[in-house]
């Protein structure tokens, strides 16, 4: 799911999370999903796709949404995340 240097595609695989840290939804490079819920490991997952900036997501139980990188910022249907970053 990563860009490459012939198109315009965010890379979005890595670690998402909410401002308070309650959703940390993790984006993995097979272009399936694994969303956190406080202390709800796998709340939801499915797979997603990305196309420039924008994601489709469709959950394991069939339910779709969807989502826009805007300044390096998720913005997930309601969700407003953040990447986390990696620690050294």
Do not use: C, N
């Not at 959703?23 to 694994?34: A, F, N």
């Amino acid at each position: 799911m990563a860009g490459t240097a012939d198109d315009d595609t965010v890379d979005v695989v890595g670690m998402w999370v909410t401002a308070d840290g309650h959703i940390r939804q993790e984006l993995l490079s097979d272009g399936r999903y694994d969303e956190a819920r406080g202390e709800r490991r796998s709340a939801y997952t499915g797979r997603y796709t990305v196309t420039g900036s924008h994601l489709d997501y469709v959950d394991d139980t069939g339910f779709s949404a969807t989502g826009d990188i805007r300044d390096g910022v998720l913005h997930h249907e309601h969700l407003v995340l953040y990447r986390e970053e990696k620690s050294p």
